[in-house]
């Protein structure tokens, strides 16, 4: 197997750590770094083929996010992160995903972390909370957030309930 610093070219490598300071210290991705992403499809790796971009096999994807993380950890962390939610593209119907995922910077963000309320509305949902962290979120396209579903203040109960 390759070293990670194998996978990406010397000019990479010196850009991503070139500014891992400048990022780190402003807590975002500098512009030249989210450039060298979108110019590398990075975030599409985990998008299915069928949306119009490439898709790599799941040790392909990891040894990217590894030669990612190792030229610079904060900088594999996000990468890590928008390509992995990018993975939601499958779950859309396909000329959905096609029209969305064409765009070059286009990124999903979000947090795991279920707190927030979704009170079931008429036609949707308001939505309120605090998400603590969102990785990439200063260059997202959409958010993913998680919820505990409510409807007249309560906890919404399952259709069997």
Not at 33 to 61: F, T
Not at 78 to 100: M, R
Not at 119 to 126: L, Q, R, S, V, W
Request: net charge neutral.
């Amino acid at each position: 197997m390759q070293h990670p610093s194998q996978l990406l070219s010397e000019d990479d490598i010196h850009l991503i750590r070139s500014y891992s300071l400048i990022a780190e210290g402003q807590g975002t991705l500098t512009h030249a770094q989210l450039q060298l992403i979108y110019d590398r499809k990075w975030l599409k790796v985990m998008v299915p083929e069928y949306a119009g971009v490439w898709e790599l096999s799941l040790p392909k994807v990891m040894h990217l996010l590894e030669a990612a993380a190792w030229a610079d950890g904060s900088f594999g962390w996000v990468v890590n992160l928008g390509a992995g939610a990018n993975i939601f593209a499958a779950f859309l119907p396909a000329e959905i995903a096609k029209k969305l995922f064409i765009h070059p910077k286009i990124c999903i963000a979000g947090s795991g972390a279920l707190s927030g309320k979704a009170e079931k509305i008429d036609n949707g949902y308001i939505v309120n909370g605090t998400w603590k962290y969102a990785s990439g979120a200063s260059h997202a396209s959409f958010f993913l957030v998680s919820c505990i579903l409510t409807q007249n203040g309560e906890p919404a109960k399952d259709k069997k309930g």
